[in-house]
């Protein structure tokens, strides 16, 4: 199994809800990504988790809020967004060799984000 | 500044016809250099990797190039079928400790008519 599995595929969310959004994969890889893409620009780096230890927080919002509760799963809780956060969220994972993570990201289909 | 750049920003072929996708880089320490085709509102999915030492790698149609000393690849398309129409991305890896840091280019945007 290569897959990367990520729910819902589409949210729409007023700027007072709180929602969740959900990755997992079963390849055993033990780094787990987040990503923010907005249209016809590049993913954006949000998050690393490594052996389900927050690694990487490039800077983002508290209002997002990540989870990883074990290997193979990982979340993004939501919450007070604005409508500039509406984007393609992307879930990606890896197998990190020799204590770094390096190697092919597995990136999920995504969920499309909108926020009202 | 750790940089990918790609050329042409978009381009249009008719189906059947080869095309060739540009990326320079000026990223270090350099670690390897992916092509990810991404279809729209879909993740990003490999095509071909590559470290230093090599310089072609093949993926069916797809024959990915790179010169680490001139630090440019370029992603070629042989035959192309109207299911290549999607954007492609070069992203190069920094050798990065606790975090492997990929670099994304801003993508090719290829369009294949019938």
């Known amino acids: 199994d290569t897959e990367v599995t990520q729910t819902p595929k589409h949210l729409v969310m007023g700027m007072t809800n709180k929602k969740s959004l959900k990755c997992e994969q079963h390849?055993?890889?033990?780094?787990m990504y987040w990503y923010k893409q907005k249209a016809k620009k590049p993913p954006e780096l949000m998050f690393v988790?490594?052996?389900?230890?927050?690694?990487i927080n490039e800077s983002v919002p508290s209002r997002f809020s990540p989870e990883c509760p074990n290997s193979s799963l990982l979340n993004l809780h939501l919450h007070a967004l604005q409508p500039e956060d509406s984007a393609l969220y992307l879930c990606?994972?890896?197998?990190?060799?020799?204590?770094?993570?390096?190697?092919?990201?597995?990136f999920g289909p995504g969920t499309r984000l909108t926020v009202l | 500044k750790n940089q990918v750049e790609q050329s042409p920003q978009s381009l249009i072929i008719l189906e059947g016809k080869n095309c060739t996708l540009q990326c320079n880089y000026t990223v270090s320490p350099f670690s390897n250099l992916r092509w990810y085709k991404q279809d729209t509102g879909r993740g990003p999915v490999s095509l071909t990797i590559?470290?230093?030492?090599?310089n072609t790698k093949s993926n069916g149609r797809y024959t990915a190039t790179l010169d680490a000393d001139t630090k440019q690849s370029s992603l070629h398309i042989t035959a192309s079928q109207l299911s290549d129409s999607a954007s492609y991305i070069c992203v190069v890896s920094r050798i990065y400790n606790q975090g492997g840091k990929l670099i994304f280019g801003q993508g090719t945007e290829l369009s294949v008519k019938p």
């Open positions: 990606a994972s890896s197998q990190p060799t020799s204590g770094s993570i390096t190697d092919t990201q597995y």
């Open positions: 590559m470290t230093f030492s090599e």
């Open positions: 988790y490594s052996y389900e230890k927050l690694s």
């Open positions: 390849m055993g890889h033990r780094a």
